[in-house]
């Protein structure tokens, strides 16, 4: 998806990570119920975008084991 700006302080990192300096996956919810995800050790790269439908989608996967 195209490239959001999105407000630095609105990050959370995944409970599934530790705090060891190693990489991490953020996430946040815009205003508009888009899902922005990154990487923590490259913030600078930017997000991938996605629409509430695809995030569940994909979450549901992971949950399965499906990717």
């Not at 996956?25 to 490259?42: I, L, W």
């Not at 975008?49 to 994909?58: D, K, N, P, R, Y």
């Amino acid at each position: 998806m195209m490239r959001h700006d999105l407000p630095e302080d609105k990050w959370h990192k995944s409970s599934y990570s530790t705090d060891n300096g190693g990489q991490c996956v953020e996430k946040q919810t815009t205003a508009d119920r888009r899902v922005g995800v990154r990487d923590s050790a490259f913030p600078a790269l930017g997000a991938h975008v996605f629409g509430e439908a695809q995030w569940q989608e994909f979450v549901s996967a992971v949950q399965i084991g499906a990717v």
